[in-house]
């Protein structure tokens, strides 16, 4: 080694921790210099360059020269990245981490990539059931009867969501629908925007609502997602219940709201055609119109099966009624009490 290079040398690296990121490694090694990571790269010669952005992906260029520098490894510093995930993906590299796991909470200094991604409830390194960001636990939104019932779909969707980032998404590509059409599906408005229904409303005295006549009239929108995870539109809070349309509501979800999507996406893997024939069950006419848009782009197969599901539940009422679509257009967010419906979907 020439007296240059080994000048250049980091006299102290730490080693990266299990699952740790490049940006979270990169300001640990600063910190150790009482630098700035931006400063740190640029003492490599990878000035204007974000950490954030490198981890995306490094060019070979780049991961030597790191690598030199803090004596590892090129391929311990290309472990570090994201350079596994698709471009379609890396939307979804949260710049921290998206939740919140107690064991790691006793390292903070320490970023860890799973938890920088949107379907990961439980900490890769621990094992343990993530928090949300503010620190409560899953069980402050769901009964754990309900959650032990959910884990494995959640499990489910989650390896589904996580394939599809890599390009691994063998199910999407041999027998569509994608995870962008199925969030597509999700994210639709099966109804139009109605007020908390008063299942939805906490109890308030008469003067409460008056005060609180905002909320009590506020226009809620209502998506698939709500008929496909009845379990998150019965607990979760109203006003948290929208996601944003499709791949942006998992970049954007919180933990209830990412668990109750990967939930959706594993429910209409394993059975697309019960349930989003349920979906369309429990549409009004605007939101058929909408939800059949978003599936003229599944295959022809499944359509043709997702109509004659239709029918039957539809049709299936005692004889004198009014048909149920009917019925469910008049009322307002009454599909969970539709009993061939809700006997099989809600909790
Ligand atoms: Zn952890």
Redesign the pocket.
């Known amino acids: 080694m020439t007296t240059e290079a080994l000048a250049s040398l980091l006299p102290v690296a730490p080693r990266p921790a299990a699952e740790e990121r490049l940006s979270s490694w990169l300001s640990r090694v600063a910190g150790i210099y009482g630098m700035s990571a931006n400063g740190l790269l640029a003492h490599f010669g990878l000035a204007g360059v974000s950490a954030l952005t490198l981890e995306r992906g490094l060019s070979p260029g780049q991961g030597a020269l790191i690598a030199a520098r803090a004596s590892l490894s090129a391929q311990t510093i290309d472990g570090m990245t994201f350079a596994a995930l698709a471009p379609h993906a890396r939307v979804m590299i949260a710049p921290s981490a998206r939740y919140f ?5 006793k390292t903070p200094g320490i970023g ?1 990539k799973d ?1 920088a991604l949107p379907w990961t409830f439980w ?4 094992g ?1 059931r ?1 928090c949300a960001r503010d620190k409560r636990p899953m069980e402050c939104f769901l009964p754990e009867r309900v959650l032990e019932r959910l884990d494995p779909l959640a499990r489910r969707g989650a390896a589904r969501l996580a394939a599809w980032a890599e390009e691994r998404d063998a199910v999407g590509e041999i027998d569509p629908p994608t995870i962008p059409e199925l969030l597509r599906f999700l994210t639709t408005s099966y109804r139009r925007p109605s007020p908390p229904s008063l299942a939805e409303q906490p109890r308030l005295s008469l003067e409460a609502r008056r005060a609180n006549h905002a909320f009590l009239t506020r226009p809620i929108v209502r998506q698939a997602l709500l008929v496909v995870a009845p379990e998150y539109d019965r607990f979760a809070p109203v006003l948290a219940k929208p996601v944003r349309p499709g791949l942006a509501a998992l970049a954007c979800g919180s933990l209830l709201q990412n668990y109750a999507l990967a939930v959706g996406v594993a429910r209409l893997t394993e059975n697309p055609v019960e349930h989003a024939a349920a979906a369309l069950a429990a549409a009004d006419a605007e939101g058929e119109t909408n939800l059949r848009r978003i599936l003229t782009t599944w295959p022809s197969a499944t359509r043709r099966r997702i109509g004659v599901e239709l029918r039957r539940l539809t049709d299936a009422q005692p004889a004198g009624k009014a048909p149920r679509r009917r019925r469910l257009q008049r009322s307002s967010i009454n599909y969970a009490r539709v009993p061939q419906i809700s006997a099989r979907l809600v909790p």
């Open positions: 796991c107690p064991s790691c909470a860890r938890a900490c890769s390194v621990h343990v993530l």
